[in-house]
């Protein structure tokens, strides 16, 4: 059975009333907590802050998913706490120094990953595959929840993962993430996916957040 990790896309649960979120997380087993860091420079939005991230490091044991959407993230790794176990995710048109910013993670502790956007192509990673942990495939273009699934991304994960094969890199982990409704990511882990963030199209505020979360991974399960 391929792994598949779900991690819950935090800016789209309500900040109050959050504690009832973390335990239904908990209660469906789910490997880490997506954390979308927006600065309105490298995004068009403002999200999840400092705070709202040394809050949550207090309140879960899970491990926490950094999606680090804004400029330079190399010199605020700091101002997070990042390190100790967490995931991070750098973006490649971030930074000018994206082999120093993955090296600097790794020293802290985390897990470096790094994050493409849908227009960016794969050789990004030529260079920095023997530094990271994983790779975050933007199936949107980040800033915002709610749009709709850019069709081409699909086969990026596909090409992906076929340059991961052929490396000898089938480890490295492929996260996905915008529009990943449980009929898309049944595509996308067909494609080669494993780990997928659940934001609006997954989830919604009125079900049982558990049993949603149960019935996602069920749903993903043989794909
Ligand atoms: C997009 C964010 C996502 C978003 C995905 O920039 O990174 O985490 O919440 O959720 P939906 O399903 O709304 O696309
Ligand atoms: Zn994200």
Redesign the pocket.
Known sequence: MPERRLAP?M??FPTLGLDRVLADCAAAAVELL?I?VMDGRFVPNLMLGTNYVADLRQATDITLDL?LMIQEPGDKLDWFAAGGGDWVSVHAESTAHLQRTVERVRSLGGHPRVALNPATPLSALDWVLDDIDGILLMT?N??????ALIPQTVAKIAQLKAQLVERGRADLDIEV????SAPNAVAMAAAGASTF?L????INLVKPLADQLRAFRAAIADA
Request: charged share 10%.
């Open positions: 896309s800016m789209c997506h979308d999606h949107v980040p800033g915002y929840a709610g749009q993430d915008g529009n990943v963030v934001g609006t199209s997954a």
